[in-house]
């Protein structure tokens, strides 16, 4: 028998909500930041699991940047690179479907903090490998491959457990800032690895790595268990699986915003895995120039992600969502026409302020239109889009080692705009979203 949250706000959140911070009473300013931040500032549940979440992206998003410039120092290889970059894409995929069933029918909490805690582990055992002059590209790969497994098991528990801890109402808002934490760590946290890498070395980036993601686990404890509300646990898990999927099937407009957030990622994403070898290539960027094209990336996100804090039911969101591709193929032009850093960052900006429409509001929008029974099991078949990034990774990595960065990366964007373009007109569902 499935327990309900032990909160009476929890159960209703839409009735029984009330605020336990308020912004300070400072006119316009704070109305704004009141209204911005509203579910973090009235919600104390949603805000530990947001601060765990701030920690785990940001322990995330330095391993990201030190492991790529690590692996590239290491071999000289892009195809390698890519390969260990893009280790835990298959773990995801094969893992992603069972982490939705396990966050349909077991404590939610109990599988963030399990993935949290496994990847602080992970990463320090990279450092102590580093430290004993024992570490190779293989160790990064496996490590990576294990990750992957971690988040597949953390990110649709996260997301299937928002809506239970704010109003239906709030959700958007809810959504939006959950991705602000993943833009923030991506703002700051590439940079200050990028700085760290060459001022401490690797090893001791890890060992930071590890504390921080560790660290996650506190906040994510303060959150009392989140069980969902139907019990599925007596059902075989391939029969939850297919049941799934058939859910899927049926919500037409699930169905649309996972078919245009999965093609979007394949197209856009592995651009991001391989910024590193595309920056040193032709800017010949230096380490720390890679953590600040990584910070556009992130500066673009939080940008992105206030902008859709704000929206709400009647703001024509399906238009949003749609323009993601359009601004993700632009700014990719943009990077390939003009071969210069400065423009590398904005169109790094322009970047991540197109993956918060896909991302954020797409979210938003499924799990509003999906019952709580089935809402892990939805965004597992999300996650999986990060599962499939090798198959557009690894062609684009042998394509950038064999016929040059700039040609390679400007037919993906030409194919992306193709797709922004089609969308319009082949995704009707989306685009009367409101």
């Known amino acids: 028998m499935a327990v309900k949250p032990p909160t009476d706000s929890r159960e209703n959140p839409t009735d ?16 704004s ?42 071999t000289n290889d892009p195809f390698i690179t890519g390969i260990v970059g893009m280790g835990f894409a298959p773990s995801l995929l094969i893992v992603s479907l069972y982490g939705g069933v396990l966050g349909d029918r077991m404590d939610r909490r109990l599988l963030i903090q399990f993935s949290q805690a496994a990847n602080g ?10 430290f004993t002059g024992n570490l190779a590209w293989g160790h990064l790969f496996t490590v990576s491959v294990l990750q992957g497994a971690m988040f597949a098991l953390q990110m649709p528990a996260r997301q299937a457990a928002i809506p239970s801890l704010v109003g239906k109402d709030q ?7 959950n991705a602000m934490a993943m833009s923030m760590m991506t703002l700051v946290a590439p940079a200050l690895a990028g700085i760290l890498y060459e001022t401490i070395g690797p090893e001791n980036v890890y060992v930071i790595v590890s504390l921080v ?14 069980h969902p509300e139907t019990d599925t646990s ?20 699930v169905l649309h915003l996972l078919i245009y957030g999965i093609v979007v990622a394949l197209l856009s994403m592995p651009f991001r895995m391989l910024v590193q070898v595309y920056a040193k290539d032709v800017y010949g960027s230096e380490p720390a120039d890679v953590g600040v094209l990584l910070t556009a990336l992130g500066l673009g996100g939080l940008i992105g992600s206030i902008s859709i804090a704000n929206l709400r039911e009647g703001h024509r969101r399906g238009w949003v969502v749609l323009g993601g591709a359009g601004v993700a193929g632009l700014s990719l032009g943009l990077i390939v026409g003009i071969p210069v850093y400065a ?48 198959l557009g990774m690894l062609p684009l990595g042998f394509a950038m080692k064999e016929f040059g960065a700039r040609p390679s ?15 319009v007109f082949l995704l009707p569902r989306i685009r009367r979203i409101q």
Do not use: C
């Open 16 to 31: 029984t909500a009330q605020p336990t911070t308020r912004a300070p009473r400072f006119g316009i300013i704070a109305r």
């Open 33 to 74: 930041f009141n209204h911005t931040f509203e579910t973090v500032i009235q919600h104390r549940d949603f805000r530990m699991l947001w601060i765990g979440m701030v920690l785990a992206m940001g322990g995330f998003q330095m391993q990201m940047v030190a492991r790529g410039i690590l692996v590239y120092e290491m």
């Open 121 to 130: 582990v992970l990463a320090g055992g990279v450092a102590l490998l580093m």
């Open 171 to 177: 959700l958007p808002n809810a959504f939006a800032l």
């Open 213 to 226: 993601m560790l660290s996650a686990v506190i906040f994510t404890s303060l959150v009392p268990k989140m």
């Open 234 to 253: 007596r059902e075989p898990v391939l029969a939850n699986i297919i049941a799934g999927f058939r859910y899927i099937g049926k919500n037409k407009l």
């Open 343 to 390: 423009a590398g960052v904005v169109g790094m900006v322009g970047m991540g302020l197109a993956e918060q429409a896909r991302w954020a509001l797409g979210q938003s929008v499924m799990m509003e239109n999906t019952t709580d029974e089935y809402r892990a099991r939805v965004m597992s078949v999300l996650m999986m889009s990060f599962g499939m990034l090798p």
């Open 409 to 423: 990366v400007g037919v993906v964007a030409a194919v992306l705009m193709g797709f922004a373009i089609l969308s």
